[in-house]
DNA sequence: TAGAATAAGTGTCAAATCGACACTAAAGGG
DNA sequence: CCCTTTAGTGTCGATTTGACACTTATTCTA
């Protein structure tokens, strides 16, 4: 049997698969508080639990799975977030009731203004800070996915300005020391986040300042945010 | 309806769900190169082409994916390696001829000793160099998910000593400095390389030496390496 | 058997980086 | 006008890093 003549045959009901789906742990930084996107389940199983913005892949509508995760992310915030990286794959026959079952796991970041508008209108969604995480009871594993998403983002807080994805497009140094802060759990030196944000060189200053109480400070705005969004496979480090 | 009735009435063939697959990049050590395990294909698509070792979850025997690619690896080499790695996951609807495919990718480490006689023994597996990989048709996309895992290793090269499970159990400094050499494609300051391994602690001084030419140099061996293999889900960094 | 050759392993020092903390700058408020 | 508040900079000692020469232990060879 040649290829031709095996594909024509192949029949992809042959044999059992897992159930395979996509979770995306979306955060975001507010009121000096680092929150997840959490999604109340209107199906079994976990009915009525809160759980992690996600689906089955749509073997029509997406071509690959960052199709699938970005067209999750889009149905719940109304927005797609500009950045997006692949967390982990976690897969065993007891994560869900109905067995074998295989979750790719993304993290996404997001300013809160960006999906507010469209959150607020419906009620299955909300944001929870990561403190009051641990009263809620949340669907599948999808507690200990959040905790892997959170290890990840303070990972990146200590050599790359990527929390910065959390903040609007237009932040001062000071919210995002605050956001490395938050995800580091302890205080940086001011003087050497700035060297490091310097030598970085991924910010612009954008000219404008914004003054509350005490000096104003400059605004600035990532470089690579010149509109699209940024999507990175964990294919690194 | 609830949970109960809905789980007792749920059909896991009710909709398509895409194949799934785990595939593994293994590395080894050997005559100054790095070399990675290929495997000549016997079923279509793609038959006859060499490709990474992997295959389908067997839902019936394996209880998390980690299971699934111990047990291909073990099938091709008869051992399982030390170090094993979760790399990432790529899926979308070109990559395998028969439709939508996802495949869960690990990184894994072992020494060639181990495994060379279950190797030497069999006709459709071998030892490839990085180096004439471009020269061959991998299957699938295989290429570039060993492409991922190079990248991957290379960046451990640089703050950890995780390839030196590339390496036999007692092994010398030297060699190891060289593995990294290879991996990060450039020499190696013998004095900074040592001083990182003496602050990492986690190498044990097992009192031998060995000599070939030149003043003997001392056998190290892993302290973690106490017999078990080390797993590790890319949760990290 | 005394070098010569070879590879292992150490000492040292200047340069670069990092942490700590005090200082200056620019705004608003009483 | 000075006090408070937050932004942003200067500086200096401590630690880390890179470069390279040096010492040590062994084999080979004349």
Known sequence: MNEEEYLRTYDPKGFESP???VDAVLFTYHEGQLKVLLVER?????KAKWGL?????????????????????K?????????IEQLSTIGNNQ???????????YTALIARQECETHIDSVSDTQWVSLEQLPSLDLAFDHASIVQAGRERLKQKALYSIIPAYSLPE????SDLQHVHEVLLGKPIQKKSFRRRIEQADLLVDTGEKRSETGRPATLYKLKSLAGQHTFIRNLEL
Chains 1, 2 share one sequence.
């Open 75 to 83: 149905e719940k915030t109304g927005v797609i977030p500009p950045y």
């Open 170 to 173: 237009r932040f001062t140094l």
């Open 53 to 73: 913005p996600g689906g089955f892949v749509d073997l029509g509508a997406d071509t690959c799975l960052e199709d699938t995760v970005i067209r999750k992310l």
């Open 42 to 46: 209107s199906n079994h199983p976990d």
């Open 95 to 105: 994560r869900d009731k109905r067995g074998w079952s295989v979750t790719v796991c």
């Open 19 to 21: 159930l395979l789906s």
